[in-house]
Each structure stands twice: as structure tokens, then as C-alpha cells.
T-cell receptor, first 117, second 115 residues
């Protein structure tokens, strides 16, 4: 089974702190994703990576950065946390199929609930 | 722009009854894929079912089936014989065409199954 793990289930930080969210997958997937989930807004893509050291902005990259030094690990960084970054953060990974009709799903981690005070 | 719409913020269904969760999508591309995910209160997203735009038959996976109406651009999830454990958030998603490994998600529907 595919396993995607996230470093913390719950995290409380103060405004202005630098926050690291870690995600690790064990299936040798090329693609990794970071989403945030807010009530009434669904999942919104922050950043994704399709290879080591490669990254692309998603729909809401402002205030975030990412790092992918190894294939299995994708880190989300909040350089200076703000209260509007309080949210649920979900990491996902997938094989690179390169076809829109591919049945290959994304596999998700358990999520990190971040509270910024 | 591609878009997924789930108009039902919440649904109730009695145990053992069937329920339909609505999903409409908007795309100008003929080739796309549609997914449904379940998110229990624990937070993890669980893949349920997939429908390809050229698939001739509606997808089925156990108690889950997808009512795919291409002309109407709808991909409704049908859960038969609801169980208490089906209570969760349900998300519809579409794989984009030109960024073929990305998914666009709807806002979700919260399903509550009561005894």
C-alpha cells in the first residue's frame, strides 16, 4: 500500500514564526503536492513538484515556499506564519502518468491542522 | 477555465437508503478524468471511484457508482445501501488536461447517515 506520512497531525505556532511541514511518501512517486483545505473552499493547490528540486506554483502560493531535495520528501515552509494561514494542510503524491484520462489517483497523507495564534 | 461545482453543502440520508451527491464540471477539453474522494473526520482523503471521459460505461466500485452524463457535464456519486460509516465529506475532482497530474477539487458535500 502507498503510504504518505506528514510530520505532525496538529501544530500550534505564533505569528511570525517559521513553520516547516514535512511530507514523506514511500512509493517512489514522481509527483508531490501540497494543498490547504478550508471550510467551503475545498482543497486548493499551494505548490507541486514533479521531480527532485523541481517545483511549480499552484493556485495560492503566496506566503509559502517548498523544498524537494529527495524524491520521497516534500516540505512546505511558511516563512513568517500569519493567522490567515490557520488551516488544514494536506500532502499528496502520485505517479507521473502524463495523461489526463489516467486512472492514477493521488494518495493523500493524514493532514496537518495548523493553528497560528 | 476548468471548474468543479458541488452545490450541496450537506446531505442527510437514512441508513440502508441510497443517496446521490451532485457534481458538475466545466471543461472545453474532450479528454479528462473525474474522481471522487471521501474524507472522514480523521482527515485523510480516500479515493473512491474514477470515470474517464471516453469510458462507455458508468464506473462502479462496490456500493459506489458514478452517474456520468457527459452532455450535461455531470458526474454524480451514488452510494447504495448507506452505512453509518459513510458519514464524511465527499469531494469531486477533475484531472486537468494540460497539467495532467494536477487535480481541481470541488468544495465538497458533507454527508450524514442517521439510523
Amino acid at each position: 500500500d502507498v503510504k504518505v506520512t506528514q510530520s505532525s497531525r496538529y501544530l500550534v505556532k505564533r505569528t511570525g514564526e517559521k513553520v516547516f511541514l514535512e511530507c514523506v511518501q514511500d512509493m517512489d512517486h514522481e509527483n508531490m503536492f501540497w494543498y490547504r483545505q478550508d471550510p467551503g473552499l475545498g482543497l486548493r493547490l499551494i505548490y507541486f513538484s514533479y521531480d527532485v528540486k523541481m517545483k511549480e506554483k499552484g493556485d495560492i502560493p503566496e506566503g509559502y515556499s517548498v523544498s524537494r531535495e529527495k524524491k520521497e520528501r516534500f516540505s512546505l515552509i511558511l516563512e513568517s506564519a500569519s493567522t490567515n494561514q490557520t488551516s488544514m494542510y494536506l500532502c499528496a503524491s502520485s505517479l507521473s502518468q502524463g495523461a489526463p484520462r489516467s486512472q492514477e489517483t493521488q494518495y493523500f497523507g493524514p493532514g496537518t491542522r495548523l493553528l497560528v495564534l | 477555465a476548468q471548474k468543479i461545482t458541488q452545490t450541496q453543502p450537506g446531505m442527510f440520508v437514512q441508513e440502508k437508503e441510497a443517496v446521490t451527491l451532485d457534481c458538475t464540471y466545466d471543461t472545453s477539453d474532450p479528454s479528462y478524468g473525474l474522481f471522487w474522494y471521501k474524507q472522514p473526520s480523521s482527515g485523510e482523503m480516500i479515493f473512491l471511484i474514477y470515470q474517464g471521459s471516453y469510458d462507455q460505461q458508468n464506473a462502479t466500485e462496490g456500493r459506489y457508482s458514478l452517474n456520468f452524463q457527459k452532455a450535461r457535464k455531470s458526474a454524480n456519486l451514488v452510494i447504495s445501501a448507506s452505512q453509518l460509516g459513510d458519514s464524511a465529506m465527499y469531494f469531486c475532482a477533475m484531472r486537468e488536461r494540460f497539467n495532467t497530474d494536477k487535480l481541481i477539487f470541488g468544495t465538497g458535500t458533507r454527508l450524514q447517515v442517521f439510523p
